[in-house]
């Protein structure tokens, strides 16, 4: 019995998730993409993966830079991640969605004012179907105070809203 497509995203979209944006330095420019598929692996050492698409242009840049941050993103930093959700050859106007980068010593860039930062270092990857697994070794993080942006049934959600219609 195979399930369709449509069926599966709706019932991977039922798993809320918080929204980070990958970066990547790509030839001194900042590469930026839109992920949810990221989670934890290993505390010893620590491991994080990410599954990248095949046809994302971010899966030939982590490959060819084999370093990146991951960027979790606040809860007002919507327009950040509809703007990485968008495949680009170079984004042109990031500062127009709010997004400011640092760079770190290994000179990945860094989202300012992103609620948490991953410095991670690739340690292997895996094919799997049409996307690839990069797990990565963690070497730095940033933690800062806020709310985390959510997304749950295609659709981003501000958890400071939930809480007010609960409350
Ligand atoms: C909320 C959300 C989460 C996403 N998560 C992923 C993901 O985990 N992996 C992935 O390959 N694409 C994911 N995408 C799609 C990419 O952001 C999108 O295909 C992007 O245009 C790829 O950019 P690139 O071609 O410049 O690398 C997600 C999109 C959204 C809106």
Redesign the pocket.
């Known amino acids: 019995m195979s399930v369709s497509a449509n069926d599966f995203r709706k019932a991977m979209g039922c798993f809320a998730?918080g929204?980070t944006v990958i970066t990547v330095d790509q030839d001194g420019e900042v590469?930026?993409?839109?992920?949810?598929?990221?989670t934890a692996v290993s505390l010893d050492p620590v491991l994080v993966l990410?599954?990248?698409?095949h046809?994302?242009?971010?899966?030939a840049?982590l490959h060819a830079r084999k370093r990146f941050g991951v960027n979790v993103l606040r809860s007002d930093q919507q327009a950040i991640?509809?703007y990485?959700?968008?495949?680009?050859e170079t984004h042109q106007h990031p500062e127009a969605a709010g997004a400011h980068f640092d760079r770190t010593a290994q000179g990945t860039p860094v989202l300012q004012g992103a609620l948490a930062y991953l410095e991670c270092r690739l340690h292997s990857t895996q094919t799997a179907g049409d996307?690839t697994i990069f797990i990565a070794e963690v070497e730095e993080v940033v933690v800062r105070d806020g709310e985390p942006l959510l997304?749950f049934r295609s659709l981003?959600r501000d958890i400071k809203k939930i809480e007010k219609v609960r409350s």
């Open positions: 998730t929204v590469h930026g993409m839109t992920a949810n598929a990221f990410v599954c990248v698409d046809r994302a242009r971010t899966h840049h991640a509809e990485y959700a968008r495949s680009a996307h997304y981003y």
